[in-house]
């Protein structure tokens, strides 16, 4: 579907995300036709740039980092619906400027009052920002024409903040008009978690704690913290990325089959598993957390998280955390989902991978099944896309000794189509006004529900323990699985 005649006004577009991220996937979004002919785009930064040199940052932006080729005459129809607006989120002047700046993108290019607000700022300006919008009347309701905000992660730093958050946000536009960015929704290797399970015969009859022994889901960077410092060593991994992407790849992976896939049916599928999640009782045994010392990265050597410039020597922020959950309803009875998050880890992947029991019995010699591991389900969302199934086959011979095999699945070589990329994605679902990608705030607030237990545990502790960077993190998280018997994937 093409999106309308609209406007994405983006805040903080001097920001690495609009610049490596969001300018690229507008540009490929109208590179695979997929925007209208008059769509403009509205930059609002404290920068004294005029249209021209905003223009400028653009085209740089998309020759660095889009993913499709670059075309003139795509970029010549896009640049010419670009505008710029100097200013700063809380003077009323710059959101006179840029309302101007609206109304005559809306007469030029016939946007027709459709306004999508990118609130692409760190999330203390969030509240100055949508005051200012609603005191502006950029939001007012008028009938055939619409008005939505994008919001991008951290949603809050804890419950009770999410809970503040929401509140500024709803007192100004309505549910339907916020849009919530959580990009691992995005990724075509997320969605097809629901597609493998609920398109197929195959797989759901056995999706249950009578042949699931349990889940590992882990999302694993190779790369440190980089210029973030400010940011993250105010979050720490679990608040970066558990709360969200993971607490999300658990839910499609935990959920009952939604009775549509309309926003609100696949939303409340979603709360049910969360709102079902349980915590250990020992936090001390089933949470592991740990922070990067020196170690390699592909080939170099590099600094542990404590000498990353802008961290504190003293910091106890984690880069690394496991969790043990479960979630309490029948078809998980007794199953963990075991969830792994770090930087500066062994190498970058990101999976889901469902380990099955073994067979009940099995009818060859002991001899015969030494190498035979477990069923594995393994739905790679990044890198090598893909699914692997990992079953025991016999080796060729004339003995029957057994050991494990793969089969896989993977999109190069499966489809010929290319994945959009997450934000082309997300922004065009904001553009067409389709939520189903996006967590509403009742997931947002179970997901801290969740966490908050856990962070507020490990604040009461001493630092967290150290690991190489290059490898699979702090011992705790091995003797975490290994109490219970496993071990992690080394994917
Ligand atoms: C972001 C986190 O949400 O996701 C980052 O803030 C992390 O810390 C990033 O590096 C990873 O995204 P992806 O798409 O590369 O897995």
Redesign the pocket.
Known sequence: RVAGPCALIIFGVTGDLARKKLMPAVYDLANRGLLPPGFALVGFARREWDHKAFEEVVHDAVKEHARTPFREEVWQQLAEGCRFVPGELGDDPSFERLRATIAEVDRERGTNGNHAFYLSVPPKLFPVTVRQLKQHGLVDHVPGQWRRVVIE?PFGYDLQSARELNAIVSEVFPPEAVFRID?YLGKETVQNILALRFANQLFEPIWNAHYVDHVQIT?A?D?GIGGRAGYYDAIGAAR??IQN?LLQLLALTAMEEPVSFDARSLQLEKQKVLAAVQLPRRLDLYTARGQYAAGWAGGEKVRGYLEEDGIPSTSHTETYAAIKLEIDIRRWAGVPFYLRTGKRLARRV?EVAVVFKRAPHLPFAATSTEELGENTLVMRI?PDEGVTIRFGSKVPGTQMEIRDVTMDFAYGGAFTESSPEAYERLILDVLLGDSPLFPQHEEVELSWQILDPIVEFWAEQGPPEQYPSGTWGPKSADEMLARDGRSWRRP
């Open positions: 992660k990009h999302m960077e790369i970066d990325v992407h990101t990044q």
